[in-house]
């Protein structure tokens, strides 16, 4: 006769082999998942979920491996241009702070070191899914969203998966290089370097998730005719959620970063305390945005969206039927939809159990 725990482990034994062979890639290199619908909806859609144009619809590619078509980066930076459209390639318009950014990233980027030393991980078992310390790289791109700032003259940048707002940043070289140096070089930890001497003023983005939603038309029609679609849906959900949804950033309330100045931990603190409560807010907001080309406008609409946490998902092939499973499932509820997934940075996380969990 077998004893309790003899029969015990036989009957469990193969349950836990099948549940270790189904685990996704995804799954074993800690990255939360959901198995949910991508699509919550009768095809053909029965429902009032706006479609997209019939043209537009046959040059999306639908059947390409879409993960792995994400580069690491460091960082990626979201410029203030009030504009939904941009000159094909922004870098290349001058006098711009884009341009200023990307010169001074291919003059600086090696050979000016903050005393923050920089040490890249090693590479991720999934391609595609990326730790910010992987790569020196840095992604520019302009946004929809207007400064803050009082002074035309100076934009306000959005900087992630840091999840900072920095204003005050003066649209010229001197400009971009005080923003490279106090925020954006890879060397530069989380916080900031927040020089005393600097004008520049630093928060954290003030909303529990961006979404950021490529428009570029000069670039590919695809996305600037998906993307207004896909803004008002995400704003018609969220909203359905409880969440107040803007499309303008507005103005921190409390002291900048920069006044908490008696020692870095003192800063560490102030910042830490800040992106939690955001989690908690009552009720949550949502920063909607239009962007300048990502990459992969075949796999439009393109959506990238930063958690505080320090997440960022890249979905692709996003219709306004993926919307909603796209809030309840990872706004809310922390997990990725792998079918969409086209990347993303600190995706990672084998002690949480959402992209929301610290």
């Known amino acids: 006769m077998f004893g309790f725990k003899q ?41 009032d979920h706006e479609e997209y144009p019939k043209r537009i619809e046959a040059m999306i590619d639908t059947t390409s491996e879409m993960l792995g078509s994400v580069k690491p980066y460091r960082r990626q930076v979201v410029i203030s241009t009030g504009k939904s459209d941009w000159e094909r390639s922004v870098t290349d ?31 991720s078992p999934v391609v595609g899914i990326f730790k910010d310390n992987e790569t020196h790289k840095v992604s520019v791109l302009n946004g929809s969203h207007d400064t803050i700032s009082d002074d035309c003259a100076s934009e306000t940048v959005l900087v992630f998966p840091d999840y900072k707002l920095v204003a005050d940043v003066r649209r010229t070289l001197e400009g971009a290089r005080d923003l490279w140096e106090n925020a954006v070089h890879p060397a530069v930890p989380r916080l900031g370097a927040l020089d005393p001497t600097s004008a520049l003023r630093t928060w954290i983005i003030p909303y529990a998730c961006v979404i950021l939603i490529c428009s570029h038309r000069r670039r590919d029609v695809r996305c600037a005719v998906v993307a207004p679609k896909l803004e008002a849906a995400f704003g018609k959900v969220l909203e359905r959620e409880g969440w107040d949804v803007h499309t303008q950033i507005e103005e ?27 989690d908690r807010q009552d009720p949550k907001r949502a920063l909607v945005l239009k962007t300048s080309h990502i990459g992969g406008h075949k796999y439009a609409g393109n959506v990238i969206i930063y958690l505080p946490s320090g997440a960022g998902v890249w979905y692709g092939r ?18 990725i939809l792998p079918p969409l997934l086209r990347g993303g940075v600190n995706l990672a996380r084998p002690d949480c159990k959402r992209l929301n969990d610290w």
């Open 7 to 47: 029969l015990s482990a036989i009957l469990l034994r193969p349950v836990e082999v099948k549940e270790s062979a189904e685990q996704s890639p995804l799954e074993a290199a800690g990255v939360p998942v959901s198995l949910a619908d991508c699509r919550n909806c009768p095809n053909p859609c029965e429902e």
């Open 93 to 123: 318009v001058e006098d711009t702070l884009a341009a200023y950014l990307v010169a001074l990233q291919t003059r600086l980027g090696g050979t000016h070191t903050p005393p923050s030393a920089f040490t890249p991980a090693g590479p």
């Open 252 to 278: 921190p309330d409390g002291p900048p970063l920069e006044a908490f100045n008696e020692c870095d931990r003192d800063r560490e603190v102030q910042m830490l305390r800040r992106l939690q409560e955001l």
């Open 318 to 335: 996003v219709s306004t039927h993926e919307v909603e499973p796209i809030v309840r499932t990872t706004i809310i509820g922390g997990r």
